[in-house]
Every structure is written in C-alpha cells, then in structure tokens.
C-alpha cells in the first residue's frame, strides 16, 4: 500500500493498477492464514503514513529554508 500511494501521484496509471492489485494481497494472505486481518489493517496504515511522510518532508524542509 505504500508503494501504491507513494508512486499514483507521479505515474496515475502504475498507481491505479498497483491500487487494484493491493487489496487482494491483503484478502488472500488474511484468507489463507498467513496473516491476521488486523496486522493488514496496521500494515496499511502504516505503509500510508510513511508514504505521505515521504512525499512531503522534503517540501516542508524547502520551505523552512526558503
């Protein structure tokens, strides 16, 4: 999930097909047993913060300077 939303911004369309295969990961590795449901969850939003934390660290750090 954070690859997805870390890479849509800049490439929509590698976005839009990592967002369709993603959830599925999730579903199947819940649906199998490797993986409890809420450590997908946490996973995800783990992998959503990193990538917003990614993505605009370094033009609040511009700014600062600026």
Known sequence: ???TAAIAPTWPWVGA???ALTPMAGIERVHS?????S??????????A???LVRT??????H???
């Open 39 to 48: 450590g997908v969850v946490d996973g995800t939003v783990i992998g959503l």
């Open 17 to 19: 097909a990592c967002h």
């Open 64 to 66: 600062c300077r600026g």
């Open 1 to 3: 999930m954070a690859f």
């Open 33 to 37: 047993g490797t993986h409890y449901l």
């Open 57 to 62: 660290t370094p033009r609040f750090l511009l």
């Open 50 to 52: 990193a990538a917003t």
